[in-house]
């Protein structure tokens, strides 16, 4: 159609449709039966059992406090060594987290000093091949331009550094820490609605604190205990609690709330997920580990325990939703 053609149409001719009147009883009532069918799918299947239309979500404000309890022993036969959780919680307290060390490297009395560097990072022949100054990001401290025996076949750059620096040792296996599998640990959730100004804790009203100290959290049998087993935690999401703890690993615990406001009934439910190490870790860089160290002082000098710690780090991740009939529900729909 030309320009011109196209433009008188525009502005000369009116249409509209043809409405189609057929008088037949069985095609009036198939019409009105799938227009009630489509009515009907629409509210009950998709508003409210799909979308959940009754249930009014809302973010949910809550505080975490986590404490960890249990005792192990290390190097039994020589020299037997106590850890509580003062010494494998690290840090003491995190938001909505903690670790527990499960396995790790221990460099005993560290000065500060000249000592030879790992040959993991400066193998050298003479000093020419050591630069004074200088200090890789993965180094253990600053060259001072010498070249000095790291023992009797190897020489590296000598470093000004904590001596003697950490030995590059095979991560032990099984992890030292092996007993943390029986700690347990008590999570305490308090939840806020504000919306409905409703407010709700974890631990029941009617739980003692010797129901506390000895319940242990099960998913049928003691679902509503806050005290969990951290190895029953690690084996709910499909790992060997043994194994994550030589390297470590990071696991998800997810407390839910589902609220009925009609019902009176507003309880967590608890599920366990791994986020990190165990059987799916990546080839490269698996687990999870970090340094710390504790130092040591005297009037003569300071030293430090430098410890690289492997273990699972738990995050505490809580969501909920209150279920009520919105006011303005059927004028939603
Ligand atoms: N990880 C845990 N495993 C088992 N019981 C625990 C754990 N953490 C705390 N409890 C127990 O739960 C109760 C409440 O703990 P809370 O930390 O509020 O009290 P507390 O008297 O300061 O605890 P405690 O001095 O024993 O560490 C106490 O009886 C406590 O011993």
């Known amino acids: 159609m030309s320009i011109k053609s196209q433009f008188s149409s525009f502005w000369c001719d009116y249409s509209t449709e043809r409405t189609v009147r057929v008088q037949r009883v069985w095609i009036a009532w198939i019409y009105r039966v799938l227009q009630l069918l489509l009515l ?11 979308k959940k239309g009754y249930r009014e979500n809302e973010e949910v ?11 192990a022993v ?10 509580d959780p003062a010494d494998y919680v690290v840090p003491p307290q995190e938001m909505n987290s903690f670790f527990v060390m499960t396995n790790f490297i221990m460099t005993r009395n560290q000065k500060q000093g000249t000592c030879p560097e790992s040959p993991n990072f400066a193998t050298c022949k003479t000093g020419d091949n050591c630069t004074k100054g200088y200090s890789s990001p993965r180094a253990h401290g600053v060259q001072t331009g010498r070249c000095v025996d790291f023992n009797k076949t190897l020489k590296t750059c000598e470093v000004h550094a904590w001596c003697d620096v950490e030995k590059n040792e095979a991560i032990p296996n099984p992890a030292l820490l092996s007993a943390a599998e029986g700690f347990t640990v008590l999570i305490k959730n308090q939840v806020t609605f504000p919306m409905f100004n ?5 631990i029941p009203a009617n739980v003692t604190t010797v129901n506390l100290s000895t319940c242990i959290f099960h998913p049928k049998s003691s679902p509503h205990c806050p005290v969990f087993r951290l190895g029953d935690i690690v084996n709910q999401t499909g790992e060997n609690f043994q194994k994550m703890a030589v390297l470590g690993g990071v696991i998800g615990i997810q407390v839910t709330w589902d609220c009925n406001l009609h019902h009176h009934t507003c309880l967590p439910t608890y599920s366990f997920i791994q986020l990190e190490g165990g059987s799916q870790s990546q080839e490269v860089a698996p687990g999870y580990n970090f340094r710390f160290s504790h130092w040591f002082m005297n009037k003569e000098n300071i030293t430090r325990m430098l410890i690289k710690a492997f273990g699972i780090r738990f995050d505490v991740m809580v969501s909920g939703y209150v279920s009520c009939f919105q006011n303005h529900f059927f004028f939603s729909i």
């Open 198 to 202: 409703l407010k709700r804790h974890n």
């Open 61 to 71: 404000v809550s505080s975490v406090s986590i404490k960890v309890k249990g005792v």
């Open 40 to 50: 009907f799918g629409y509210v009950f299947v998709y508003v409210i059992y799909v």
């Open 74 to 83: 290390t190097n039994k036969e020589q020299h037997p060594w106590t850890w």
